[in-house]
């Protein structure tokens, strides 16, 4: 019987995330298309290489994606490293411009010297274009989306201890009210129209969490706001500049 439900979790856990893998997939396919067909229409030649650059990119995500898949079916783990969180997100300007809507613009505010965090580096990009993408869902009516870093020094909770970097992503969206917030960490909780959501983003994004040994919590107001943070352990290491092959900057 034991063996039956371990193989029974296993078969879940597996199923939640190819299908979180889709849902990225499906985001980084969203951002090709779209940018072939502005890259279609668009004839300046340099707005026409950062385009294709930022699409090269998309594709290079979509690779390192099924990489971690193939790598969990052979039961290893991401592979995290130390991050300096601000030049990795900071080279997402373009992919996040072009994922959202027009009506839908992205600020970034990190400090000058946030700390190194240890993640692994593509999956943080995916938790960020996620949340991005939420957070573009949630304002029907336009709106300015802040990613923001902060370093929170000797934190002391149950959940918390030590130094951390706080990243939150905000927005001035529909908000969740408590009832919903409870659940939105669950795989397949979704509020959206049937084949607009799948309900794992957030499922993702709480595993990223947990698995860099951090957590994430929700500051949400109906008709005001979100703010999604996730709390980051500070690392000791120092971060490779080497992994920015194309500075869209
Ligand atoms: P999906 O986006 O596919 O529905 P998620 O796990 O990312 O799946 O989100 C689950 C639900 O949480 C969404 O359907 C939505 O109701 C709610 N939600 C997530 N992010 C936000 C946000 N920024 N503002 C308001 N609601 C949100």
């Known amino acids: 019987v034991e ?11 597996i199923g939640q995330l190819t299908g979180g893998v889709a849902h990225d997939f499906n985001n980084l396919l969203m951002v090709i298309s779209g940018g072939l067909d502005m ?13 294709m650059d930022g699409m090269i990119r998309a594709a290079q995500r979509g690779a390192s994606l099924t990489k ?30 072009r994922s959202l809507r027009g009506d839908v613009h992205v600020e970034f505010d990190f400090p000058d010297s946030l700390w190194p965090v240890e993640v692994d580096p593509g999956e943080l990009e995916l938790v960020i274009l996620n949340l991005a993408v939420n957070a573009r ?21 149950d959940e918390v201890a030590g130094d951390y970097v706080r990243l939150s992503v905000v927005d001035t969206g529909v ?23 799948s309900g794992l983003g957030l499922a993702q994004v709480h ?6 040994r951090g957590t994430v919590r929700i500051q949400s107001e109906v ?12 690392s000791s290491g120092v ?11």
Not at 3 to 13: D, M
Not at 39 to 51: A, F
């Open 68 to 97: 971690q898949l193939l790598a969990f079916s052979r039961r290893q783990k991401l592979r995290p490293e130390p991050v300096d969180v601000a030049a990795q997100i900071g080279g997402m300007r373009e992919l996040l411009d």
């Open 207 to 212: 595993g990223f969490a947990t698995q860099s």
């Open 3 to 13: 063996e039956t439900l371990r193989q029974a979790q296993k078969i879940e856990a």
């Open 137 to 157: 869902d949630a304002m029907p009516n336009g709106g300015t989306i802040v990613v923001r870093g902060e370093n929170l020094p000797g934190l002391n909770d």
């Open 239 to 249: 971060p490779s500049k080497e992994r920015h092959l194309v500075d869209l900057t």
């Open 175 to 197: 908000g969740m009210a408590p009832e919903i917030q409870s659940r939105v960490f669950e795989p397949f909780f979704t509020t959206k129209d049937v084949g607009k959501g």
């Open 39 to 51: 890259l279609d229409r668009q004839t300046d030649p340099n707005r026409r290489r950062r385009l």
């Open 223 to 234: 008709g005001r706001g979100t703010s999604i943070e996730l709390y980051l352990p500070r």
